[in-house]
C-alpha cells in the first residue's frame, strides 16, 4: 500500500532510519538546515534506509530526510517524475 504524504521531516541518523520500512519501492527527499529540498531519490526494490545514508552530508547539507511508499515499482516513477516537476531540486 502507498502512502499518500511523504513522512513527516526526520534527522537522518540510524534511529530514524530504522523507521523507514525497508522492502518497498518508494522516494525520499534529503534536505537542508534551512529545510530546502536539495535531493530527490527512488529506490525499486527496497532498502530506502541505505540510500538516504548515503546522502547524508550530501554537499555539507543534507541532515534530514523524508520518505513516501509505493506499492510498486512503477507508482514511484510517477511520483518521482511529478515530484521532480513541482520541485526541481538543486541536486537532481
Do not use: C
Amino acid at each position: 500500500m502507498s502512502q499518500t504524504k511523504f513522512s513527516k521531516t526526520l534527522p537522518i541518523n540510524l534511529e530514524s532510519l530504522q523507521r523507514v520500512p525497508n522492502d518497498k519501492p518508494g522516494l525520499y527527499r534529503i534536505i537542508n538546515k534551512k529545510k530546502q529540498i536539495i535531493l530527490f531519490g527512488m529506490v525499486k526494490g527496497g532498502q530506502i534506509h541505505e540510500e538516504i545514508l548515503n546522502h547524508r552530508g550530501s554537499n555539507n547539507e543534507g541532515i534530514f530526510f523524508q520518505y513516501k511508499i509505493a506499492s510498486s515499482n512503477k507508482e514511484a516513477e510517477k511520483m518521482q517524475e511529478k515530484e521532480l516537476e513541482k520541485w526541481r531540486p538543486v541536486f537532481n
